[in-house]
């Protein structure tokens, strides 16, 4: 069983920067792809980026391209998304999940979950 548990969330102004944390436990952290969603009030919980176990792979949302950043620190066991230029459209509860395959962007592809990370971007 892996556990996840994001950290990093908070309230920024537009334009601004954030990093999100997750922590990856319980398994070989080496052996799983990572990937970030988030969800809206009254949306559906949507891919953001994900990061292959072997870190040779990244995928970002087109909403997202050129300005979030997904990386992985194998020797922490934690995977960071570095967001830039926040928008308010970014305001979202963010996830990270993880599955031992390739990346995907579908939800339904990732078995472990985070409890979620409030980010909100308003002036």
């Known amino acids: 069983q892996v556990q996840l548990v994001e950290s990093g969330g908070g309230l920024v102004q537009p334009g601004d920067s954030l990093r999100l944390s997750c922590v990856v436990s319980?398994?070989?952290?080496?052996?799983?792809?990572v990937a970030w969603f988030r969800q809206a009030p009254g949306e559906e919980r949507e891919f953001v980026s994900a990061?292959?176990?072997?870190?040779?792979?990244?995928y970002h949302a087109e909403s997202v391209k050129g300005r979030f950043t997904i990386s992985r620190e194998n020797a922490k066991n934690t995977v960071n998304l570095q967001m830039s230029r926040l928008k308010p459209e970014d305001t979202a509860v963010y996830y990270c999940?993880?599955?031992?395959?390739?990346?995907?962007?579908?939800?339904?592809?990732?078995?472990?979950w985070g409890q979620g990370t409030q980010v909100t971007v308003s002036s």
């Open positions: 990061l292959s176990w072997s870190g040779s792979r990244t």
């Open positions: 319980g398994r070989t952290f080496s052996w799983y792809s």
């Open positions: 999940a993880a599955r031992n395959r390739e990346i995907t962007t579908r939800a339904a592809d990732y078995g472990a």
